[in-house]
Every structure is written in structure tokens, then in C-alpha cells.
């Protein structure tokens, strides 16, 4: 079973891109560039993971990490984040359950291996791609 992702970004273009590099990989991934956008998918839809942008065009994603944290609870959550992380995001994303934060310039490589591996932590009876 081919592992879903929601990805939630307001940057459009790396939203393409990183939903061509983990087709690449062996995932499917549904991009949202708002908020209203990603509620509206997490009530309708079923995902193995999410990744959210930390600022959202003048929204919070801590704000989404707590809405997405509500209605499904055991979803591996990833911050992702262009600013610079200091020890009050850590905390914060923390507090709201997220898995973990990870920076916009890190490598793709390594998004997708933390992706995998929270995805088997999740679920150790389902292979991941």
C-alpha cells in the first residue's frame, strides 16, 4: 500500500516539488497551500502522514498541528519550517504533538528518510517504500 502524505506549504512551487520527489520515492501526496485547504482534506480524507509548514501565508501551523492533532490523534505529524529553529519552536511543536521539525534547506534525502521512519514507528507492520 502506497503510503499517503499530506504536504501543507504555501510556497506552491515547492509543494510541486517535493510531490514529484516523493512520487519519485513511493509515496502519494496530496498538497494544500492554506489551512482552510488542509481542514477540509483532514476531514474528508485518510493520510499516513502529515508535514506542515510552520508559517502558513500569515497563518500558524501550530495552530493546524492542533486541529490536525484533534481529529486524528496518532497522525505522525512533521513541523517544517524556513525560519530558524530555536528552542521555543521546538517546544511549542513539541507540546502539540508534533514528531519532530524539520528545515526547509535540508536535504531531500533526509526528509523522506524521517518520513519512512516515523511511518514505520507509526505502523511496524506496514512496509514503507
Known sequence: MTPRILFVDDDIKLCELLSLYFD??????????????????????RFDMAILDVNLGG??????????KRK???????MFTG?????ELVKKSLRGR????MHKTGSLQGLVAAVRW?????TPQQATP
Do not use: N, W, Y
Not at 28 to 45: F, I, N, P, W, Y
Not at 72 to 78: D, E, I, K, Q
Not at 83 to 87: F, H, L, N, Y
Not at 118 to 122: D, E, G, T, Y
Open 83 to 87: 525560519i530558524d529553529v530555536d528552542e
Open 59 to 68: 497563518e500558524s501551523g501550530l495552530d493546524l498541528l492542533d486541529f490536525v
Open 24 to 45: 519519485s520515492q513511493g509515496f502519494s501526496v496530496t498538497t494544500a497551500a492554506t489551512g482552510a485547504q488542509a481542514r477540509a482534506l483532514v476531514e474528508k480524507d
Open 72 to 78: 486524528c490523534p496518532s497522525l505522525p505529524t512533521l
Open 118 to 122: 516515523h511511518l514505520a514507528k507509526a
Open 98 to 101: 508534533a514528531e519532530g521539525i
